[in-house]
Nanobody, 121 residues
Framework: QVQLVESGGGFVQAGGSLRLSCAASGSIFGIGVMGWYRQAPGKQRELVAT???????NYADSVKGRFTISRDNARSTVYLQMNRLKPEDTEVYYC???????????????WGQGTQVAVSS
């Protein structure tokens, strides 16, 4: 079984920083695009940032210039460095990755369990 395990969420004051980590484990033949999404209660899950295996990145307009996504392919891990946090960044953050469990299987979209980020004003 493949799983994504997130860490690094928590409580911070506005203007502060947090770093989220997400490590893939289990039967992994390959990992494609990795990313972070977030969801507030009663709202749809939205894209925060993605990174390809080659390091190309994409960000939501609301986080550009404040958040940085990166990955360590050797450790099957993706990171999200969040700086200058705002109260509106308060959401549950989910890690996402396209994972290929074996050479005979296709890439499967996999989600982490979510980690809460809370920013006070």
């Amino acid at each position: 079984q493949v799983q994504l395990v997130e860490s690094g969420g928590g409580f911070v004051q506005a203007g502060g920083s947090l770093r989220l980590s997400c490590a893939a484990s289990g039967s992994i033949f390959g990992i494609g695009v990795m990313g972070w999404y977030r969801q507030a209660p009663g709202k749809q899950r939205e894209l925060v940032a993605t990174v390809t295996i080659g390091g190309s990145t994409n960000y939501a307009d609301s986080v550009k210039g404040r958040f940085t996504i990166s990955r360590d392919n050797a450790r099957s891990t993706v990171y999200l460095q969040m700086n200058r946090l705002k109260p509106e960044d308060t959401e549950v953050y989910y890690c996402n990755a396209g994972i290929r469990p074996s050479a005979t299987m296709e890439f499967m979209t996999t989600w982490g369990q979510g980690t809460q980020v809370a920013v006070s004003s």
